[in-house]
């Protein structure tokens, strides 16, 4: 009964209206703002994207410089904030932390509540993308029982984040421009993905008008499972897994078998029925680095290479359109990087919550946004009367 329709993942309901991403999935194109995700991987910064998501335009260099400073200012965290990351076990995922942090954020900024305020909405998105950063580095200095580091606000966004990851107070610290680039790279291709699960969630929890750094946190929490965010971690796993080229065959006959319960991970999207565009520019990417730090002969790159190859040529693979996504080639590089398989939807994290913070800012300032409410079809019990417990058969 009622006026609705029966759509189990939202394969075909649209939610709102958005101005900021588009994709075409048959074609495998991906804009922001309209400009191609390719050419910003290639000529823009992670710090630029996040003003042209934000703000709809790139930024002039009086507006990209004021934008860096405001950015530069919030990227230290409460001190009492370091105390939260102790309460947790050492070998706690980096995710599960994650959740807890920028949750516990709302506990700390109380005028982040007014978000009728778009002074005030303004701050909140500023402190969330420079804070983000710091957070997920210390989440990874206190796995690795290290102290943390502090934000330079000499470096750039991205160096400033290996720099507080990878710094220990008795050496100077010494960035490879190749592998900077490479992870703002990596930052611009995640940054934002239209109404993804994760996204979606930030949304309807948005919706009910509550604080934004707990709609960031219930992303993060969405954003952690396997068939989304998770996918670089368990797509590493996975190659780790196979190990040798020869084994390929059997992971691709055990993708096949549908009561096996395993998918090739890092294959297939909802959206995309073509090559993941973001997937090009991550295997790009990957080669730079791995030939940067002397790996092209990587073991598992081959085992990924080789797995792509068979799998683009399996009828099964064909018929139902399933192409490597961004995932597939990321664990590798961010491996090659440095950061172990843990930390990986975390860097994701970091990236996406620019986009998380343009679209819970659209819905804000939307009009036509009422507080996300689906329906169901009711499939339970009709109405019966309670039976005492000594009457039950
Ligand atoms: N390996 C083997 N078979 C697959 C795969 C795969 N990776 N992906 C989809 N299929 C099959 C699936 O079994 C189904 O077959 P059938 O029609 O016979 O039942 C068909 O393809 C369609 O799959 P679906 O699950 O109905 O499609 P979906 O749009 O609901 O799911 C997906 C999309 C990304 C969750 C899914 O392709 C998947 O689980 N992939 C592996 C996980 C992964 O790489 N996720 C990262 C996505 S990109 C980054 C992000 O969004 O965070």
């Given at each position: 009964t009622g006026c609705f329709t029966y759509d189990p993942g939202f394969?075909?309901?649209?939610?709102c209206t958005s101005r900021i991403t588009y994709i075409d999935g048959d074609a495998g194109v991906l804009l922001y703002r309209g400009y191609p995700i390719d050419q910003l991987a290639e000529h823009s910064s992670f710090l630029e994207v996040c003003y042209l998501l934000l703000n709809g335009e790139l930024p002039t260099k009086e507006q990209f410089d004021t934008f860096r400073m405001t950015i530069t200012r919030h990227t230290?965290?409460?001190?009492?904030?370091?105390?939260f990351f102790t309460?947790?076990?050492?070998?706690?995922?980096p995710m599960a932390v994650m959740v807890g942090t920028v949750g516990a954020l709302a506990a700390f900024y109380?005028?982040?509540?007014?978000?009728?305020?778009q002074e005030q909405r303004a701050v909140a998105s500023y402190r969330m993308l420079a804070k983000m950063p710091t957070i997920a580095s210390m989440a990874y200095k206190y796995s690795i029982g290290q102290p943390f580091i502090y934000p330079r606000n000499d470096l750039d966004f991205t160096t400033n984040f290996l720099q507080m990851c990878f710094?220990?107070?008795?050496e100077p610290f010494i960035a490879n421009p190749v592998l900077t680039r490479a992870l703002d790279r990596i930052f611009i291709l995640h940054a934002d993905h239209e109404q993804n699960a994760s996204t979606s969630t930030v949304r309807l929890a948005g919706?009910?008008?509550?604080?934004p750094f707990a709609c960031i946190a219930a992303g993060i929490a969405c954003l952690w499972g396997p068939a989304h965010g998770g996918a670089n971690e368990a797509a590493l796993n996975m190659l780790m897994e196979i190990?040798?080229?020869?084994r390929i065959p059997e992971y691709i006959a055990k993708a096949k078998d549908?009561?096996?319960?395993f998918r090739l991970m890092g294959f297939g999207h909802?959206?995309?029925?073509?090559?993941d565009p973001r997937a090009k520019v991550m295997q790009k990417t990957c080669h730079e680095v791995l030939d940067a730090l002397g790996l092209h002969n990587d073991p598992l790159l081959k085992v990924a290479m080789e797995l792509e190859r068979i799998a683009l040529q399996d009828d099964y693979f064909i018929e139902k359109k399933l192409y490597p996504n961004i995932d597939f080639y990321s664990g590798i590089t961010l491996r090659a990087l440095?950061?172990?398989?843990?930390?990986f939807t975390v860097l994701f994290a970091i990236a996406r919550t620019v986009g998380w913070i343009a679209q819970w800012k659209e819905m804000i300032e939307d009009?036509?946004?009422?507080?996300g409410r689906p329906r169901q079809l009711y499939m339970g019990s009709k109405e019966r009367n309670y039976v005492p417990v000594d009457q039950r058969g």
């Open positions: 394969t075909s309901t649209a939610n230290m965290l409460h001190e009492q904030m370091t105390r309460g947790f076990r050492r070998d706690a995922h109380h005028d982040s509540t007014d978000i009728n305020d710094a220990i107070p008795c919706s009910s008008g509550a604080n190990g040798s080229v020869d549908k009561n096996s319960g909802r959206v995309y029925k073509n090559y440095g950061f172990p398989v843990s930390m009009p036509e946004q009422r507080i």
